[in-house]
């Protein structure tokens, strides 16, 4: 789910974090202190080929995945995911993961979902899956009570989003709505449906499972069909696969842009260093305290809540996310202000798949 997020508004040294880590050490958190180890996360770093990311063996990494983007590409989408199915099929093991992911365009207009939605077919060691997911305009966390939205909107286009893909791509899933949420449900048993990325009115994904690797590949272009322009982004996500099995995902298509992301094992005061490595191409994220809100905000609405670090673009700054709001939007924003010691602003994170 797309949470509740704020940055500072101007850049921070990595000396102003740790000032800020020792100010919610005073406040009486439990926040990072320099030589603490923890998970960092490396997202959107685009590599000029496969030996830089050695750069980053000093440290222990997980879920490290290798994209391939394609911009602007409007080739054969069948024939795409085949090329990689063939590829994958040759280096599978049960830690490897394979998936396409295309855009997709919602023909009706909606209030409450942008009309650029995604989805991906992929491929894991016994099963091919198709996904599909839409994207809010505004954060809706799940119980979200401060600031109620328009319930019959959101239903209304949840609904149609979900039924216009489920219709093209001749799923067998039935969209209904349970205690004002919309709720999907499938006849097909030995068939594994999963729901996933929910805000208050239901989930913003689903994802359908088949022992049949090319079950969906046909109707899943035709859903790739309703996007009346070549697709800005086409992104291949390989996870798990060796060197030589990336190298050779690569002569697929030489020329598509290379990015990595992985969670990533360190000493606070070493993401500096890390963060060096990237030369402004990608982001890192780190968490420096996390705690509940009724903590200090005992008259507000229970909400979780992450003060942690963000580096893009060879810049520092702090970040606040939220699951939902403990106060009014106004008043949430000042007490983090005195919080943190520094200036916000409201900045959720781009969508993206």
């Known amino acids: 789910m797309r949470e509740h997020r704020w ?3 101007s850049p921070l040294s990595f000396a102003d974090i740790l000032l800020v880590a020792e100010k919610l050490r005073q406040a009486g958190l439990t926040s990072m202190h320099p030589e603490k180890e923890m998970i960092t996360y490396i997202e959107e770093w685009e590599v000029t080929d496969l030996d830089e990311i050695g750069q980053l063996e000093p440290w222990p990494t997980e879920d490290v995945t290798l994209l391939h983007v394609l911009d602007q590409w409007k080739g054969d989408f069948f024939l795409l ?4 199915h063939t590829v994958f099929q040759k280096h599978q093991t049960v830690n490897t993961y394979c998936s396409v992911a295309h ?5 009706h207009p909606l209030a409450t979902l942008q009309p650029i939605a995604w989805l991906w ?3 894991r060691h016994t099963h091919g899956f198709i996904r599909v997911r839409v994207h809010t305009t505004e954060i809706i966390a799940p119980g979200e009570s401060v600031e109620q939205p328009r319930e019959q909107f959101w239903l209304k286009d949840r609904q149609e989003a979900f039924r216009t893909a489920i219709d093209i791509l001749n799923l067998p899933i039935d969209v209904t709505i349970d205690n004002q949420k919309a709720s999907l449900h499938t006849s097909q ?16 994904q ?3 499972n088949s022992p049949d690797p090319f079950e969906f590949l046909v109707s899943a272009s035709q859903l790739t069909e309703t996007l009346s322009h070549p697709a800005e982004q086409v992104r291949v996500y390989l996870t798990g696969f060796s060197a030589q099995a990336l190298r050779d995902f690569n002569q697929l298509h030489p020329d598509s842009r290379l990015m990595y992301r992985s969670s990533l094992h360190c000493q606070l005061e070493e993401i500096p260093e890390i963060f060096s490595l990237l030369h402004s191409r990608g982001r890192i994220y780190g968490s420096l305290a996390e705690f509940q809100t009724t903590a200090f905000m005992p008259n507000g609405v229970d909400a979780a809540a992450i003060v942690g670090l963000v580096g893009s673009e060879g810049k520092f700054r702090l970040e606040i996310r939220l699951n939902q709001h403990p106060l009014s939007h106004r008043e949430t924003e000042q007490w983090f202000e005195q919080l943190v010691g520094h200036a916000l602003v409201y900045s959720p994170l781009p969508v993206f798949p």
Request: some cysteine; proline content about 12%; overall charge negative.
């Open 7 to 9: 940055e500072s508004i």
């Open 81 to 84: 995911v085949g090329g990689y």
């Open 103 to 107: 855009p997709w365009h919602i023909d």
């Open 121 to 123: 077919v992929g491929f």
């Open 189 to 204: 048993h030995d068939t594994p449906l999963f729901c996933s990325w929910p805000d208050a009115f239901g989930p913003c």
């Open 206 to 208: 689903f994802e359908l």
